[in-house]
C-alpha cells in the first residue's frame, strides 16, 4: 500500500449523480482487478473507499455516486488540484488459469470494478458474457469502455427505459449452468455469446442482486462486497465480518469472495 498525491485531471458527470474521476502522477503501483483505493476528502476524518474503474502506470480512473456529503464533497474536485489517496488495497478478483468462457455479472456502479476486471480477463484470452443493470437509462455508466474492449455488455433497467426491462437475473435465467434454458425461449432471449456456457462467474453491484446471482448460477463464482471502512487496510477490524471460513476483514481478505466463503445476511 502506498499513499500517494495526485493531480485530478478529469472529475466530470457521467450520468445521474455519478461522476468519472481521472487522477494522474508517475509510477503508480500496479493495481489488480477488484482492488480499490481510499480517498482523502477535505473535512472528513475518515477517506472514502473507491473501486478502481481502471489504471495505468500514470493515471487511475474511478467512477463514483454522490450519495452523502463525502461524495458530494469530491464532486467539488477542481481540475488540477490534488487528491490524496493510499493505494491499492484489498483482495481482487481471481482470474483463472487458463483461458475460459466468464460471466460477468454487474448492477449499478458495480460496473466500475468489473471494467479493469474485464480488461484484464480480455488480456489473459478469456472470452466474456457481460450483463449489466441499472435502476433507469440516466443512470447506465462505462457502455462505451466496455465495448471498447471489445466486449457488448448487456443492458437491463429495472424500469425498461433502455435495453430489456427488469433485472440481471431476468437475463442469467438463460444460462444453462442453472438449468433452465426453457425460460429462455419462452421470454425469447438469445443464448448466443460465450455466458450461454460460462465456466466461471464475477459479480459486483448491490448485496441483494448478488445474492440472487450467487443463488442461482452453479459454476464458480466470486462477489464484492461493500462494508462501513475505518483504515481500509486492515489494521483496525472495523470491517469484519463472519464467512464460512471464520472473521474476515473485507478491507483486506476482501472485497472479493468465493460466493461459497460469503454468508448472506
Ligand atoms: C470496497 C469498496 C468499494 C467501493 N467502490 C465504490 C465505487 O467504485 N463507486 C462508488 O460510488 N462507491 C463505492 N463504494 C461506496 C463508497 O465508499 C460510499 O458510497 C462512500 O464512502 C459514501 O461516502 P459519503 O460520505 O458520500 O456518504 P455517507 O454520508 O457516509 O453515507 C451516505 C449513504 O451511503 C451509505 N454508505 C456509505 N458508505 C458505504 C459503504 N462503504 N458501503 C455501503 N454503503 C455505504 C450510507 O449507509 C448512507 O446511506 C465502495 C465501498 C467499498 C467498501
Ligand atoms: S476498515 Fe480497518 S480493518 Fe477493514
Redo the contacts with the bound molecule.
Keep these: 500500500m502506498e499513499r500517494r498525491v495526485l493531480t485530478v485531471a478529469e472529475n466530470r458527470i457521467v450520468a445521474a449523480r455519478t461522476h468519472r474521476l481521472v487522477l494522474e502522477g508517475g509510477g503508480l503501483p500496479t493495481v489488480a482487478p477488484g482492488q480499490?483505493v481510499q480517498l482523502e476528502?477535505e473535512g472528513?476524518y475518515l477517506r472514502?473507499?473507491?473501486?478502481v474503474?481502471d489504471c495505468s502506470e500514470d493515471s487511475i480512473t474511478?467512477?463514483?455516486?454522490?450519495?452523502?456529503?463525502?461524495?458530494?464533497s469530491l464532486a467539488s474536485l477542481a481540475e488540477g488540484s490534488c487528491a490524496d489517496l493510499l493505494l491499492p488495497l484489498?483482495t481482487g478478483y481471481r482470474l483463472p488459469l487458463k483461458p475460459e468462457s466468464v460471466l460477468l455479472v454487474g448492477g449499478g456502479?458495480g460496473a466500475?470494478?468489473l471494467h479493469l476486471l474485464c480488461k484484464a480477463l480480455k488480456e489473459a484470452g478469456c472470452s466474456m458474457r457481460v450483463v449489466l443493470g441499472f435502476n433507469t437509462a440516466a443512470d447506465i455508466v462505462l457502455r462505451d469502455e466496455y465495448k471498447a474492449l471489445g466486449v457488448e455488455p448487456e443492458i437491463v433497467t429495472l424500469d425498461g427505459s433502455e435495453g430489456a426491462k427488469g433485472l440481471v437475473t431476468d437475463l442469467l435465467s438463460c444460462c444453462p449452468s442453472m438449468d433452465s434454458s426453457s425460460a429462455c425461449k419462452q421470454e425469447g432471449l438469445s443464448q448466443e455469446g460465450s455466458g450461454a456456457k460460462a465456466e466461471r462467474f464475477y459479480t459486483c453491484g448491490p448485496l441483494p442482486m448478488m445474492r440472487a446471482v450467487c443463488g442461482m448460477l452453479t459454476i464458480p463464482g466470486q462477489a464484492?462486497l461493500?462494508?462501513?471502512?475505518g483504515c481500509g487496510a486492515g489494521f483496525c477490524y472495523g470491517c469484519t465480518i463472519h464467512t464460512a471460513s471464520g472473521p474476515a476483514r473485507?478491507?483486506a481478505d476482501g472485497?472479493v469472495f468465493d460466493k461459497e466463503d460469503i454468508i448472506w445476511q
Aim: glycine fraction near 10%; aromatic fraction near 10%.
Design positions: 480499490f476528502v472528513f472514502r473507499p473507491i473501486s474503474c474511478l467512477i463514483y455516486k454522490e450519495v452523502g456529503e463525502g461524495t458530494r484489498g456502479l466500475a470494478p464484492s461493500e462494508e462501513r471502512m473485507v478491507c472485497p
